[in-house]
């Protein structure tokens, strides 16, 4: 089993930390493979991926980013090339398939961090996020992900280094490191109210 950490954002949207420092805690916390899901590019993954051939770290790199859809935020894997935001789920969902890529609807439901509501992107999409680390909907998205038998992913939604691996996925070793995103299993814990409290205020230091 590879220990996957799907969903975290560098500074090149907006996360703490750079893409180095995320990658030196991936290692640090046993990551076997990691995605730089950040919104609408690619860029984290790009750097991440050249750090690590670089420097012949011991992680893989799944390509992938955050695309903010009409609807709601959907990660996507297995891409190289920035997808354009503000399209339907329906066509971000072709744009990633033309791209070699597959779709999971991020933390579904909740409104407040632009989580789809709409039960159609849940048909359309290749899996579901149905453990986010800072949501409080994650009890309706699994619900509705195995009523459609979707496949289930967790995501950390790290905003800096410290949150890499809160939410572990537990990905089987095939050949094809995509296509065993529809086989994880995962593990995790809600952020406490302390830790988002903390990463807002430094949000508002950075603003002021
Ligand atoms: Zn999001
Ligand atoms: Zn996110």
Same mark, same amino acid.
């Given at each position: 089993m590879l220990r996957a950490e799907l969903h975290v954002h560098s500074s090149?949207?907006?996360?703490?930390?750079s893409v180095r420092k995320i990658l030196e805690a991936a290692l640090e916390k046993g990551i076997n493979v990691i995605s730089i899901t950040d919104h609408d590019t690619v860029q984290g993954s790009l750097e991440a991926i050249d750090i690590v051939s670089e420097e012949q770290l011991p992680l893989k790199v799944l390509p992938g980013c955050e695309v903010t859809a009409s609807t709601g935020h959907v990660l996507v894997y297995g891409v190289v090339k920035d997808i354009e935001p503000k399209m339907s789920v329906e066509e971000t969902f072709i744009a990633a398939r033309e791209h070699g890529g597959v779709c999971f609807l991020a933390h579904p439901f909740d409104f407040i961090r632009?989580?789809? !509501?709409?039960l159609k992107d849940f048909h359309t !999409?290749?899996?579901?996020?149905?453990?986010?680390?800072?949501?409080?909907f994650n009890f309706l998205a699994r619900r509705y992900a195995k009523k459609l038998s979707k496949p289930e992913i967790a995501g950390s939604?790290?905003?800096?280094a410290r949150a890499v691996g809160v939410a572990v996925n537990y990905l089987p070793e095939e050949a094809d490191l995509l296509r065993s995103l529809f086989h994880a299993r995962y593990d995790g814990r809600r952020v406490s109210i302390r830790e988002r409290l903390a990463f807002l205020l430094f949000r508002l230091n950075r603003r002021l």
């Open positions: 090149l949207s907006d996360g703490r930390d632009k989580g789809s !509501v709409r !999409v290749d899996g579901i996020e149905t453990f986010n680390a800072k949501s409080c939604d790290a905003h800096s």
